[in-house]
């Protein structure tokens, strides 16, 4: 298998592990498991866009160059993946963090 198949893969795991997170929402799930499925999906994560911007991107852009538009594209999801996995893990850490607003949704006050 190829580096890209592999890395190509590990999206798809990505967002089986994000459903599987909403699922865990939508039950009720309690606050510490949350936080341990969202600080793993977070590790995960950061350990694969690492690998992409240390050999995938050099590697593309050594072939196509720098002004290449699918680097663009990347570059720009990565830095938005960047802002989430901060979210994920100030949530995660948080002892008043909201949950839902990974998803999205509002915060409900009390």
Same mark, same amino acid.
Not at 55 to 69: D, K, N, S
Not at 95 to 101: E, S, V
């Given at each position: 298998?190829?580096?890209?198949?592999?890395?190509?893969?590990?999206?798809?795991?990505?967002?089986?592990?994000?459903?599987?997170?909403?699922?865990?929402?939508?039950?009720?799930?309690?606050? $510490?498991?949350?936080? &341990?499925?969202?600080?793993?999906? &977070?590790?995960?994560?950061?350990?694969?866009? &690492?690998?992409?911007?240390?050999?995938?991107?050099?590697?593309?852009?050594? &072939?196509?160059?720098?002004?290449?538009?699918?680097?663009?594209?990347? $570059?720009?999801?990565? %830095?938005?993946?960047?802002?989430?996995?901060?979210?994920?893990?100030?949530?995660?850490?948080?002892?008043?963090?909201?949950?839902?607003?990974?998803?999205?949704?509002? %915060?409900?006050?009390?």
């Amino acid at each position: 298998m190829k580096a890209t198949e592999c890395l190509n893969t590990e999206h798809g795991v990505f967002l089986t592990q994000l459903s599987m997170l909403e699922s865990l929402l939508k039950e009720g799930a309690s606050r $510490e498991v949350l936080r &341990a499925a969202t600080l793993t999906i &977070a590790a995960s994560v950061e350990k694969h866009r &690492a690998v992409e911007e240390k050999l995938l991107y050099p590697a593309i852009v050594r &072939a196509f160059g720098e002004g290449f538009p699918p680097i663009r594209v990347m $570059e720009t999801e990565h %830095a938005r993946i960047q802002l989430l996995e901060a979210l994920a893990e100030d949530v995660a850490q948080s002892d008043t963090g909201d949950a839902p607003l990974l998803l999205g949704e509002p %915060a409900t006050s009390s």
